[in-house]
């Protein structure tokens, strides 16, 4: 099969994560592999020109129906693959919040490189893992994100990976992750709203909002609920 120009000129990987400070529901990270060529917002795909999609930004800038039609646009594009990883309240609170999310990061890269990764593009080995192979391929994470952790990272084959603080921001491959984590998280936590009603996971997808409280305080805390977020909010105490 003939090459196409993306794979030739080479790629990027962005990785970001949404649900972080959520009181239910999953951390959700989604891996974003395009080509180099839209590396930096305001080049190439990041103008979103000609699209009649608007300006490629962070998913927390977009309308919910902006985001929708970027991820529509990420899934039908040729040359933009993706994947995704979550972790979801019990093992959060087991091992932490950013553990959860550090692994769900090292998860959707590991899919990406070993499923979804386009032709062209080398993978990148974390330490301490099997299943990626050696690399050239860079990759991004947005602030505080790092792939199976800081210390992994930092022992990783070439140091190819690397923390950006508002990444998401700044660099294409990021901006597309985050709007693919944030869309993916938002349908699932309406599929929750519907197993756990009463809640309006549909309308706060899990986030503290007032009316969020108001229906804790009335109903108790869902098996989708973090606990210890809760209790450390001092919104309510666990039930026996």
Request: net charge positive; with cysteine; hydrophobic share 40%.
């Amino acid at each position: 099969m003939q090459r196409s120009r993306a794979a030739e000129a080479g790629w990027t990987v962005g990785i970001d994560e949404v649900g972080r400070g959520a009181l239910a529901g999953p951390v959700v990270v989604a891996a974003a592999a395009v080509p180099a060529r839209f590396a930096r917002l305001g080049r190439g795909l990041g103008t979103g020109r000609g699209l009649g999609l608007g300006a490629l930004k962070d998913s927390k800038k977009l309308t919910p129906a902006a985001r929708e039609r970027w991820a529509a646009y990420f899934s039908s594009h040729p040359d933009i693959r993706f994947s995704v990883a979550r972790v979801y309240p019990r093992r959060i609170e087991k091992m932490n919040i950013s553990r959860a999310a550090n692994l769900a990061a090292l998860r959707s890269c590991e899919r990406l490189f070993t499923r979804g990764l386009p032709p062209g593009a080398s993978a990148l080995r974390v330490a301490g893992t099997k299943r990626i192979a050696s690399t050239a391929t860079p990759v991004f994470l947005d602030g505080g994100l790092y792939l199976g952790g800081r210390e992994r990272q930092e022992r990783s084959a070439r140091r190819r990976a690397t923390t950006v603080v508002k990444g998401d921001e700044k660099i294409v491959a990021v901006a597309v992750a985050s709007i693919i984590a944030k869309v993916y998280r938002d349908r699932l936590m309406s599929r929750l709203a519907n197993r756990h009603p009463g809640y309006g996971f549909e309308i706060h997808k899990g986030y503290g909002t007032a009316a969020h409280l108001r229906a804790l305080r009335r109903r108790g805390p869902s098996p989708a609920h973090r606990l210890t977020f809760i209790k450390k909010s001092l919104i309510i105490r666990e039930r026996h």
